[in-house]
């Protein structure tokens, strides 16, 4: 099993310009979360989706957008970045919605925006 | 307001014992208190968790006190590969019970 996986490692992207930061498990996992760490920061809860068909918004989510495409894959979309945007990415993925099942992490999206 | 604190970071030397303190004066009745461990350039990876009084795994102890308002998580002997982030957290019910980190206790081990 791959567990989570996260696609692209790096993008640089001008002011402006939009992409999509994919996130994709193969643990079967109903719940999946976005978070973005800043340098020396914890990480912050953007979106979260409990389960398929659902999306609600974290601590952070002006400027996102998030798409459960099916159990397995949750994207992240920036439809116009901005430098403060700039950041580390991580999608993470846990059995059930709940403090008490485990989450686990992919490796990360470096963004920077220009 | 902030869930949990911890202290922003902490040194220790190869072969000692660490214990990071985490509090949580507001934690609820069904929360339970997990430890996270980050290394540069990684995810989060998870260390141990527990509701009450004494949980161990082979990576680490964790000591919830009955009063659960805080707890300490002990790293036996550390050595340099266990320099790293480590994160207290538990459930936020503000994020449907969701979990929520803080800035964590950078750990640095010397030799």
């Known amino acids: 099993n791959a567990g989570v996986t996260q696609t692209p490692k790096f993008q640089v992207l001008k002011t402006g310009q939009s992409m999509t930061l994919q996130c994709a498990q193969d643990m079967n996992h109903n719940s999946m979360y976005w978070y973005r760490q800043d340098p020396g920061m914890g990480l912050r809860l953007i979106y979260y989706?409990?389960?398929?068909?659902?999306?609600d918004k974290g601590e952070v989510p002006n400027g996102y957008n998030v798409s459960r495409l099916n159990k397995r894959e949750f994207s992240l979309r920036l439809e116009s970045a901005a430098p403060s945007q700039t950041s580390v990415y991580f999608c993470a993925s846990q059995p059930l919605a709940g403090s008490t099942d485990t989450q686990y992490f992919g490796p990360g999206t470096r963004l920077t925006v220009l | 307001l902030a869930k949990t604190t911890q202290p922003i970071s902490m040194d220790s030397y190869e072969g000692q014992e660490v214990n990071i303190t985490c509090s949580h004066n507001?934690?609820?009745?069904?929360?339970?208190i997990t430890w996270y461990q980050q290394f540069p350039s990684q995810g989060p990876r998870f260390i141990i968790q527990g509701y009450k009084t004494k949980v161990t795994n082979e990576v680490a102890s964790l000591f919830i006190p009955a009063d659960r308002k805080s707890s300490t998580l002990s790293l036996p002997r550390v050595s340099l590969s266990d320099t790293a982030v480590y994160y207290c957290l538990v459930g936020d019910r503000r994020y449907g019970n969701k979990l929520v980190f803080g800035a964590g206790t950078i750990l640095r081990v010397k030799s």
């Open positions: 507001n934690i609820a009745t069904n929360d339970y």
């Open positions: 989706s409990a389960s398929e068909g659902t999306t």
